[in-house]
Nanobody, 123 residues
Framework: QVQLVESGGGSVQAGGSLRLSCVAYGYTISRYRMAWFRQAPGKEREAVAGIGSDDFTSYADSVKGRFTISKDNAKNILYLQMNSLKPEDTAMYYC?????????????????WGQGTQVTVSS
């Protein structure tokens, strides 16, 4: 059974940084695509960043240059380094994994999801 467990969320002031982690159980992160999504209250879930089995990455325009997705295959952990945070980055952040494909990275059809970790950025 696949389980994704996120951590690292919290409250930070604008301009600050956070690093999210996603530990995967029952799933080999190097094998297929993985991604981070977020959902703010009253808004639809949106893709933030994705990474493929070949370590190719893709980012939403709103986070390019500020967020970095990476993974440690040996530890089976996915990361999201978030710098220069803005109040509009406030949302629940979810880790997602797929057991079928390596691409595309930023579509909403992943089949494994974590429970989420809250990120709150104050101005």
């Amino acid at each position: 059974q696949v389980q994704l467990v996120e951590s690292g969320g919290g409250s930070v002031q604008a301009g600050g940084s956070l690093r999210l982690s996603c530990v995967a159980y029952g799933y080999t992160i190097s094998r297929y695509r993985m991604a981070w999504f977020r959902q703010a209250p009253g808004k639809e879930r949106e893709a933030v960043a994705g990474i493929g089995s070949d370590d190719f990455t893709s980012y939403a325009d709103s986070v390019k240059g500020r967020f970095t997705i990476s993974k440690d295959n040996a530890k089976n952990i996915l990361y999201l380094q978030m710098n220069s945070l803005k109040p509009e980055d406030t949302a629940m952040y979810y880790c997602a994994a797929d057991g079928r494909w390596s691409v595309p990275l930023l579509t909403n059809d992943y089949n494994y999801w974590g429970q989420g970790t809250q990120v709150t950025v104050s101005s």
